[in-house]
C-alpha cells in the first residue's frame, strides 16, 4: 500500500505504508479466514439437514 506524503492533496510523492509482505500476509489470512467460515457454514447447513431427515423418537 502507498499513501501521499505530505498535506498539499494528491501533489506529492508516493511513501510506502507498509511492506509487500505484511500486504501479503494480511490478504492471506482474510483469505484463509473467508474459507474456514464457509466451511463452518457449510457444515452447519448439512448438518442440519441432517438432522431433519432423521426421525426423532418421542
Do not use: D, K, Q, Y
Amino acid at each position: 500500500m502507498r499513501r501521499w506524503s505530505g498535506t498539499a492533496g494528491f501533489h506529492g510523492r508516493l511513501a510506502p505504508v507498509a511492506s509487500s509482505r505484511l500486504t501479503n500476509a494480511i490478504a492471506a489470512s482474510l483469505a484463509l479466514g473467508a474459507l474456514t467460515l464457509c466451511l463452518v457454514v457449510a457444515v452447519t447447513v448439512l448438518s442440519s439437514n441432517l438432522s431433519m431427515v432423521t426421525a426423532i423418537p418421542a
